[in-house]
């Protein structure tokens, strides 16, 4: 009974352990500093409007942490992903997919493997999903 | 009454509101030089050109002002006047330092009828504007011809259907205007007159050699 009874002590602990450890490191992940790999940190001289497609790709890419710059790319899509998917230009398609694949990475970097996977298929950067057509 | 077909050129981009998929600006050059601006500039360096190689040929700007129009308007422009060639002009921008010539046609996948014409006819243009730029600064790119679901490029708007489908369209980016190479090549270098001039005169053989 103590034998069993310990043993179940020892589990119970390696399990709390290991949810302290995974939550640190969710805690440590949302912290992280983050960095634009694609994208550049806006110049303050040159910086665009808030509101314009330059101006919200600038703010996202100058997030401070991962967290916000999931968050910040997130909204960057919501407004400027065209709805029917009609791009105005070159520059539009540009920046929409600059921001998938900060957003990708950062999802990953933040260990959201199924949100990351979503943009993944989405951008679909080998044509594998859609019957390999031209890109 | 001109005789030799009708080509529309469609300068980005304009005015100060977004209108209909058209947003009044896009890329600044560093010397803040804006886009609308130079698109609208080289447009009118290719109608003069144009209309002096070729008087009986009636070239049509969807705008000569800084004024904007949606997207929908641009192309009607093309359907209106039975055009044979629609041009969408463009500058693109990144991080500043992403380089090169670039032109876009609508996918066959996203209804376009007249996908073959389009893509051929983007490819010739595109090629002669990464000629006409390389041959003044080696360091531009060539990106090629892509395929985007483009508002302005819709073939309804411009006047084609299944049946009929006379006006090939593509949108082109001539180059990334935020790198400060690019600005000194076409904004405040010496030479950035001559060189729009030539990328003008490029667009103007390669529609001149796209109509029969």
Redesign the interface.
């Known amino acids: 009974m103590s034998r069993s009874f310990s043993r179940l002590t020892f589990l119970a602990l390696l399990i709390s352990c290991f949810f302290t450890a995974c939550s640190s490191e969710s805690r440590h992940a949302l912290e992280a500093s983050y960095t634009p790999v694609l994208a550049s940190r806006p110049d303050a001289s040159t910086r665009a409007l808030r509101g314009t497609l330059k101006g919200d790709f600038e703010w996202a890419a100058d997030s401070a942490s991962l967290q916000e710059a999931a968050s910040r790319w997130e909204q960057f899509l919501k407004a400027h992903e065209p709805r029917y998917g009609e791009y105005g230009d070159g520059f539009h398609k540009l920046h929409v997919d600059g921001a998938k694949l900060e957003l990708m990475r950062v999802y990953y970097l933040l260990g959201r493997i199924n949100d990351g996977d979503r943009i993944l298929r989405q951008i679909d950067p080998l044509a594998v999903n859609n019957g390999g057509r031209y890109k | 009454m001109a005789t030799k077909g009708t080509v529309v050129i469609d300068p980005?981009h304009g005015g100060t509101a977004n209108m209909g998929?058209?947003?009044a600006n896009?890329?600044?050059s560093?010397s803040g030089v804006l886009?609308k601006n130079m698109t609208l500039n080289i447009a009118k360096l290719v109608e003069d050109a144009l209309k002096a190689a070729e008087p009986d040929l009636t070239v049509i700007l969807t705008r000569s002002t800084d004024t904007n129009l949606t997207?929908e308007q641009r192309a009607n422009v093309a359907r209106d006047n039975h055009a044979d060639l629609f041009l969408?002009i463009?500058?693109?921008?990144?991080?500043?330092?992403?380089r090169g010539v670039?032109a876009?046609v609508r996918?066959k996948?996203e209804g376009n009828v007249n996908f073959d014409d389009d893509k051929s006819f983007a490819e010739r243009v595109q090629k002669a504007v990464f000629a006409a730029i390389n041959a003044r600064d080696p360091n531009t790119k060539d990106r090629g011809v892509?395929?985007?679901?483009?508002?302005?490029l819709?073939d309804a708007n411009l006047g084609n259907t299944a049946a009929h489908h006379p006006c090939r369209a593509c949108?082109l980016?001539i180059e990334f205007i935020d790198v400060p190479a690019v600005d000194q090549l076409l904004n405040t270098g010496a030479n950035a007159t001559a060189v729009c001039d030539e990328i003008a005169v490029a667009i103007k053989d390669a529609i001149l050699a796209e109509l029969p």
């Open positions: 980005g998929g058209s947003d896009h890329a600044v560093p886009e997207l969408s463009h500058f693109n921008g990144f991080n500043g330092a992403a670039e876009w996918p996948a892509k395929e985007m679901k483009l508002g302005v819709t949108l980016e």
